[in-house]
Structures are given as C-alpha cells and as structure tokens.
C-alpha cells in the first residue's frame, strides 16, 4: 500500500497490508474490547472524546499538511477539516449522554416501560479518501460514545491518514482494541463485513460500493448504514441575487477541489437570470487559483488520482458530444499531476453525462428552465438524493421548495453542508440511514424495549402455581412475546 503525493506524484510513504494472521488478531482485539468500554460510564467515553477534540485543534497544522500531501485538497481547507473533527468529537462528548439516556414510555399505569439504547458490538467503517479525517470521525466519535468499537478500513491512498487517526484516539486515552485501522484492500471488505465478530457496518463512497457493501451485510443480517454519492442540484429562481449567487456557486462546486458527494454539480436557474447569472459564474469560476495545493494561496488543486481525472475528463467529453456547450476549461491542464481546471458546460442536454452521472470534480453543469415547476421536475429527475439548495429572494418560496426537494440534506440561501448538530444522509441511490446528531448516534445502537411489571407476586395478580405465561399457559395471549 503506497502513499503518493497527487500533485507531485512524488511516493511519500509504503505501508505493508495486513496479512490474515494480523486482521484476525486485530478482530480478535475489538472483540476482546468491547465489553469493558461498553461496561465504562458513558460519562468516562466522553472525556476521552473531549481529549481527542484538543489533541485534533491542537494538531490542526499536521493533519492538515498530512490531508493535502495525501489526496491533494488545499492546506487552508484540510486545517478547517481537521477542526471540524475536533467540533465532531465535543459535539458528542457533550450531548451523547442526552441523545442515549433512556426513553422512559408510558404504557401502563402499573409498569416502568422505557428503550434503552445499548452498544451492538464492533462496526466496520470502510471510508473513502477525499475527506479523510471528517469521514471518519464522523463515524468513530458516536460510535465510541455510544459503547461500540471501531475498525476502519480506509481508502488505499490514505493510509497515513488511516494510522493518524489512530494514533490521536489512542493518544486520547482510547484502550487497545477500541479502534484500529485495518490496512486491506477493497477486495477483503466482503470477509470481514461476513465475520461474526463484526456485529454491523457503514460506508461513504460510490454508489456501486454502497450496492455491495449493503447486500453483504443484509446477506448477513447486519445493520448497515450507506452515504453514497450525489449530483446535486442548485436551483437558481427569478428572484435571486445574481451577483451573490454566483459568488456561492463557485464555493459550492470547486470546495475540496470539486471532490464532494454533497457539492452542487447541476446548475438550474431559471430563464430571467440565466444570461446574467452564467457570466457571473464564469468570472467567479475563470477567477480561481489552480496549483500545488500546499500553497496557501491556491483555491483549487489536482484531482487525487490520475484515473480520476479521466474518467472526470470523459464525461466532460461524452458532454460535449451530446450537445452541452463547453464555456469554460474542459482540457487537463499540461503540467505534472492530474490537473482538471475549473470547467462550466451550459446548454446541457437532459441525457448528457453532466446530467445523469455525478461528476466528482471541478465540473459545473448549468440548465435553463422556465418556471419554478420546471426547476423543482429537473431537480428530482435524478437517481440519486443526498443534497439540494434553493436560492431566492423569498424565504416562504424557498421553505416550500425545500420541502418538496427529494433528497436527505435540503438548505435555502445556503449550500449543502454536514453539521454534527443535524442529521446527514440521502435518498433513492444516495442511500440510507443516518449520521451525525441524535440520529447518527443511535444508528448502531440496540434499542431495546424494557417493560419492568409492578406488583409482580402478588395474590391478586398471580397466583402461586402459574407458569411463564400465567394459568392457561398453552392458550393464554402471547402478545408480550413476540
């Protein structure tokens, strides 16, 4: 497993794969584990969460050049990622206790009936690279606070990443066996996803991983939770803010060098502002930095792998074929590393690739519709639903848009974002389930129901010769046991 630096291609790093002996001992661990962290106060998790969070603001810098050196996003952009993992983990060690204490129900006037919300055991989080801390520690910080144990399998590009991670929940006091990152391929998820030691899994990536990681685990009955890819849209009305909207929509497409599943990807705006909008967006696109990432003064820099970049320049192609008009960039740019420059196609057909696939990179896609009704029918004509945005001048108009959008993450005036205070995920093939927030944080939990019967004993209510189920035990309601 190598580590190369995408905008150099220089190699940075070899690590050596687990070998089976090593993965199972590393299983055996987790297992080992989970007792005594499930068995510690939720409390005791917490501090060690709040511990990691400093350990992360205090080592921002580092994991940032680490991030940058490895898959290539801006220095000042993996910095903020690194102190987004840090909110993530107080965000948890402050309100876990809240979000998993009982829920105490009212069923019976003579009986305690309440959920508890238990740990399942050790989960499998096979994350992907272009966000290479936040991905993860938005699994691994409620997952830990709830009682489970952690092992993740990460992108093969990353693996510094992966072991850096490690090494600050292990600096944060988190015990051996409680995570640990599994240095495997892809194609040895499929085993450990099947072993009984591991008790539920999640993925971030592509739709076709998340088609096979959850029909393993389903395979294997086990919880799974996928956050699968995204072809956004962001809907442009009549009423918005040409000039400001535009500024937002470079933000929105180029973030992490156009490298997200929640960034806007197709454009939609309506027809009185189409014309003055495009010119915007090309000048705000045409106006960014492209270089070596390290440099702070760059805004966009390479792809992370070359074959990336191909696949990203073959859509951008079949595009233009298909009639789109190529307005700005569209050509790998002739310098070492896989550099695509910002890229804007308009007049875009409906069946185009910029269309129908998710672009993941500096690629925007810009429609022209002529009513509201026709952007709304454009936004949801897509198989997948993770994120949209609306923007507009009219607050009530955006709400109802939103309301109407399908997909998990809706926001208006504001481009798709995760934070840890709400609930993130999609739709259709964007996926399922939830993390983050109370939500995310009981996705790998048992919640089990507790009815605790009072007066249990007494002559009134049984009597001394009565079996589990009461008198007539062979016919008696067996409705509290099923």
Not at 4 to 15: D, K, Q, V, W
């Amino acid at each position: 497993m190598e580590s190369i630096n995408p905008a150099t291609g220089e190699s940075l790093e070899r690590y050596d794969e687990h070998t089976e002996a090593e993965l199972d001992e590393a299983l055996d661990a987790a297992v080992e584990a989970f007792p005594a962290w499930a068995g510690r106060p939720i409390q005791d998790r917490c501090r060690v969460l709040s511990r990691a969070a400093e350990l992360l603001s205090e080592r921002a810098d580092e994991y940032g050049r680490l991030m940058t050196r490895e898959m290539g996003k801006p220095v000042g952009a993996a910095r903020a990622e690194a102190e987004k993992c840090a909110w993530v983990c107080d965000y948890y060690a402050e309100r876990a206790p809240d979000h998993l204490a009982d829920e105490v129900i009212g069923t019976a006037p003579d009986a305690r009936t309440l959920v508890s919300y238990e740990p399942l055991g050790p989960v499998l989080a096979v994350m992907p690279w272009n966000f290479p801390f936040w991905q993860a520690l938005r699994f691994i910080a409620p997952a830990l606070a709830a009682g489970n144990v952690g092992l993740l399998k990460h992108a093969s590009n990353v693996p510094g990443c992966a072991l850096a991670i490690e090494e600050v929940l292990r600096d944060a006091g988190v015990p051996e066996g409680v995570f640990q990152s599994l240095l495997i391929g892809s194609d040895r998820v499929d085993d450990v996803i099947a072993d009984d030691r591991v008790r539920a899994v999640t993925i971030t990536g592509s739709e076709g991983a998340g088609r096979a990681v959850g029909e393993r685990a389903g395979s294997e009955l086990k919880r799974s939770v996928l956050e699968l890819g995204g072809s956004d849209p962001f809907v442009v009305l009549d009423d918005a803010p040409v000039e400001a909207t535009a500024e937002r929509a470079a933000d929105a497409r180029m973030k992490n060098n156009g490298q997200s599943c929640i960034a806007a990807k197709r454009f939609i705006v309506h027809t009185e502002v189409y014309d003055p909008f495009v010119d915007a967006f090309r000048r705000e696109l045409d106006a960014l930095t492209v270089g070596d990432p390290i440099d702070e003064d760059v805004d966009v820099g390479p792809q992370a792998r070359e074959d990336l970049m191909e696949d990203l320049h073959d859509q951008v192609e079949r595009s233009v074929e298909a009639g789109a008009t190529l307005a700005l960039g569209g050509e790998p740019l002739d310098r070492e590393g896989p550099y695509y420059p910002p890229t804007l196609l308009t007049d875009v057909p409906r069946d185009a690739a910029a269309a129908t696939e998710e672009t993941f990179g500096p690629v925007a896609a810009v429609f022209e519709v002529d009513s509201g009704a026709e952007a709304l029918a454009l936004a949801n004509d897509t198989d997948f639903g993770l994120g949209a945005s609306v923007w507009t001048g009219d607050l009530e108009r955006g709400e109802r848009f939103a309301r109407r959008f399908e997909a998990g993450c809706c926001f208006v005036n504001e481009p798709v974002k995760s934070d840890p205070r709400l609930p993130f995920g999609g739709v259709k093939d964007s996926g399922y389930g939830r993390e983050l927030s109370r939500h995310g944080v009981r996705e790998f939990v048992n919640r089990k129901t507790i009815w605790v019967q009072h007066g249990f004993g007494d002559e009134e209510t049984l009597g001394a010769d009565e079996g589990i189920f009461g008198a007539d035990e062979g016919t008696r309601d067996r409705g509290g046991m099923e």
